[in-house]
């Protein structure tokens, strides 16, 4: 049973383009939302997060919009480049800080 | 300052044999946590080690194993290996609580 689901599973944008990525969870207890970017052969690094107690987070040309009564988030990437080409992850906290991760999504930004 | 190094890189194994992987963890960090990703997935939690003791564990069964040791440096053991046992084994370490988890490169494993 996946916790946290992930949509699209893939994405292409040009250049200056405004790639959205969306996550839906059902479980409550939930109380961290990171995101994570992966390039191949490496491992995911962390991008941004937010709790549930806020609606919105910026950092840089990173963004999460974040709806507690839906039990969504979704991640918005300003102004994309090519060197933002990577899967990106979605993960939920819960527990003793175990996180739940996403299917991941393949960005690809044509130049 | 190092961030989270993990050893090997790559390594390959035959079904049946046993795997030690090794990862330390950001300096600071006394907690460490393991995930196993398999290819075009997302990271699966294996277990999570916290004062030298298993803190809490995910759904694998018990030929996976840990150990954490006092310089919060961390193994993960792998018995009786299967061919779906093929995957990048993450570590990640964070501060005691419910704190950011920084991941390492991974070890890829492949299992023949």
Redesign the interface.
């Known amino acids: 049973q996946q916790q946290v689901k ?1 949509s699209p599973q893939s994405l292409i944008v040009q250049k200056g383009g405004i790639p959205i990525i969306n996550c839906a969870y059902e479980n409550t207890a939930f ?2 939302f ?1 995101w ?1 970017q992966q390039f191949p ?6 991008l941004i ?1 937010i709790r549930p107690d806020v609606s919105e987070k910026k950092e840089g040309r990173f963004t999460i919009s974040f709806n507690k009564s839906a039990k969504q988030f979704s991640l918005h990437i300003m102004d994309s480049q090519p060197g933002d080409s990577a899967t990106y ?1 979605c ?1 939920a ?1 819960a ?10 999504t393949r960005l690809t930004v044509i130049p | 300052d190092a961030g ?1 190094t993990q050893s090997p890189t790559h390594l390959i194994k035959t079904r049946g044999q046993q795997v030690t992987l090794r990862c330390s963890p950001k300096s600071g960090h006394d ?1 460490v ?1 393991w ?1 196993q990703q398999a290819l ?6 294996i277990f ?1 080690y ?1 004062e030298e003791e298993e ?2 564990r ?1 759904n694998f069964p018990d030929r996976f194993s840990g150990h954490q040791f006092p310089n919060y440096s961390s193994e993960l053991n792998v018995n009786a290996l299967l061919l779906g046992d093929s995957a990048l084994y ?1 570590c ?1 370490s ?1 501060l005691s ?10 070890t890829r494993l492949t299992v023949t």
């Open positions: 992930q109380d961290y990171p994570y052969g490496k491992g995911p690094a962390l997060a992850f993960a906290r527990g003793a800080n175990n996180l739940f991760f996403g299917t991941g | 989270v907690t946590s995930y075009g997935q997302g990271p699966q939690f999570q916290y803190r809490q995910g993450l990640a964070s609580g419910p704190t950011a988890q920084y991941f390492g490169p991974g």
